[in-house]
């Protein structure tokens, strides 16, 4: 609970689930585990989403297009292969704080987006096309 409330990341692998080997973790305790997770929303990857998904955070960049009374927009780009590097990463825009409801698209696509303590929280694919983050009646 301590990771979700600062926003953190924590890695688990887990090895041989079942009841042999040295080193196991019984399909109970791990199912319990998994159920935990889900009910939280916790993204649950395999080691090598792990890696794609922080390689693509750590050479991405985000620029700011635009800038008005109701909406932004901005690019992500990275330096990365495109097919094997294309996960949505949360990108944490500044927002206005009148601002209460948002709607987001990434290349006119509906993508996801909430509101937390004056930030707008979207979820983009570098090299996909223009992000915007549209006030809702704005």
């Not at 090598?48 to 700011?64: F, G, H, N, P, S």
């Not at 993508?111 to 096309?129: L, M, Q, S, T």
């Amino acid at each position: 609970n301590e990771i979700l409330e600062v926003g953190g990341m924590t890695v688990e692998c887990l090895h041989e689930i079942g009841q042999s080997g040295s080193i196991y973790s019984t399909y109970c305790s791990t199912n319990s585990k998994f159920s935990y997770l889900d009910k939280t929303g916790i993204w649950v990857c395999s080691y090598t989403e792990l890696i794609q998904y922080v390689r693509e955070q750590l050479y991405a960049t985000v620029t700011t297009n635009e800038r008005n009374d109701t909406s932004v927009s901005l690019t992500v780009t990275d330096t990365l292969d495109d097919i094997m590097f294309n996960a949505a990463l949360t990108i944490k825009v500044d927002i206005d704080d009148s601002w209460t409801e948002v709607t987001a698209t990434q290349n006119g696509e509906a993508v996801n987006v909430y509101i937390e303590d004056g930030f707008a929280y979207v979820d983009a694919v570098p090299d996909r096309g223009e992000v915007v983050i549209s006030l809702v009646n704005g």
